[in-house]
């Protein structure tokens, strides 16, 4: 059985979320239609709707 790494475990997700931002960021800042918003929109949208979920909906 394989034990995850410390650091991996706690900045795994926060990684991941930086990531894809930036990706989107990039994509928005030079797409000029087509495929590049759409790649904006989804690596936007997701960390985004992360937010929403773990921040508003799940206090109730």
Not at 15 to 24: K, P, Q, R, V
Not at 30 to 56: E, N, Q, R, Y
Request: charged share 10%.
């Amino acid at each position: 059985m394989k034990l995850r790494h410390p650091f991996w475990a706690l900045w795994g997700w926060p990684l991941a979320m930086g990531l894809l931002t930036c990706i989107g960021l990039v994509s928005a800042l030079f797409s000029d239609g087509g495929l590049g918003d759409m790649l904006a929109w989804l690596t936007l949208g997701i960390p985004t709707a992360a937010c929403i979920w773990f921040g508003w909906l799940r206090r109730g």
